[in-house]
């Protein structure tokens, strides 16, 4: 066990993967002579070669669309697009073929596709390169999507993305680059974090904060907070994947607390706050003594301007009220 970067922690396992299994290789924007915009890809065209470390041309539908192709005929490619909003020019490769084509062919052929890319706000780099999309893939059937928030889980989460042979959209957070972690290392044996298994990051008695991506360290301090200064005792789920969601980990939190607050940094209407409260209140009704609370990104483009970037995305004192809300309601 080692403390590492959240960014090294996925140089590790990209670079077990491709040590483990020869099929496995990347393509990207800039990922090997530049070792990739966040540096996630560094030193891995020196240890692996031009043939498995591929500097691409910028076309992302190009990029994802070759990654399809790829992944159909044996090997499996992990794509790099270098921000989440790029992934809009390869909706129709990631949509219309990487996540149906499993479907179409009545399950002959399998696409272990995995696509990486950054997302959320902080880094005053505007609204074409700061917003958080997992929203958009979360609707998609036959696509898994991850959202790990830790060093050890985003270690452990891409190297069962590439092992598996359905296409992952597996998405980091700008902001947790830099964070560090305890990380299994190799010596340590095989880190492997299943899809479809929540943390539970903070136990509590009072109120569920269930935090997506980044939002599950905020959730954390703000639990934090409301047992410091308000006296309430909050547990934090971080749900780690969204497709497969760990929806009874959920459920069984809000079933010992009898409420729950959402924190996500997307927009708010049509986004995961929004789905996870209406299956909370399907499947949680009788247990719930007070609505879902929801904390979201401002509906808003993400500002460039930094005191309106950091007032566009939630912090800990918009969770701390919305819970006290839920508190209130009861």
Do not use: K, M
């Given at each position: 066990m080692a403390v590492v970067r959240y960014r090294e922690a996925l140089n590790q396992a990209l670079r077990e993967e491709m040590t483990r299994d020869e099929r496995v290789f990347l393509m990207g924007e800039d990922i090997g002579v530049f070792n990739g915009a966040y540096k996630v890809t560094a030193g891995l065209l020196e240890e692996f070669g031009e043939a498995r470390v591929r500097d691409t041309p910028i076309s992302e539908n190009t990029i994802v669309g070759m990654g399809v192709g790829a992944a159909m005929t044996g090997t499996r490619p992990v794509v790099e697009l270098m921000t989440i909003n790029f992934s809009l020019l390869a909706m129709d490769q990631i949509v219309n073929h990487a996540a149906h084509i499993r479907y179409m062919f009545g399950g002959q052929v399998a696409v272990p596709l995995v696509v990486r890319m950054p997302q959320g706000a902080g880094h005053q780099l505007g609204p074409t390169h700061s917003h958080s999309f997992e929203a958009l893939y979360l609707h998609v059937p036959g696509l898994l999507v991850a959202v790990p928030s830790t060093p050890a889980d985003a270690k452990g989460l891409l190297k069962s993305a590439i092992r598996d042979d359905n296409p992952?959209?597996?998405?980091?957070?700008?902001?947790?680059?830099?964070?560090?972690?305890?990380?299994?290392?190799?010596?340590?044996?095989?880190?492997l974090v299943p899809f479809g298994r929540a943390a539970v990051r903070r136990e509590g008695e009072d109120a569920t904060i269930v935090g997506i991506s980044r939002m599950a360290l905020t959730a954390v301090r703000a639990a934090e907070a409301l047992a410091d200064q308000h006296d309430v005792s909050a547990e934090v789920i971080d749900p780690r994947t969204l497709r497969p969601l760990d929806l009874d980990t959920i459920l069984a939190s809000v079933r010992k607390t009898n409420r729950c607050v959402i924190v996500e940094e997307g927009w708010p209407h049509g986004g995961v706050g929004a789905n996870l409260a209406a299956l909370i209140q399907e499947q949680a009704f009788d247990w719930l003594d007070a609505p879902v609370g929801r904390v979201t990104g401002a509906d808003v483009p993400m500002p460039y301007s930094k005191p309106l970037e950091q007032i566009?995305?939630?912090?800990?004192?918009?969770?701390?009220?919305?819970?006290?809300?839920?508190?209130?309601?009861?």
């Open positions: 992952v959209i597996f998405i980091e957070h700008e902001y947790l680059y830099g964070q560090r972690g305890d990380v299994p290392d190799a010596d340590d044996g095989d880190h566009a995305f939630p912090h800990e004192p918009q969770v701390v009220d919305a819970v006290l809300a839920t508190l209130r309601d009861s």
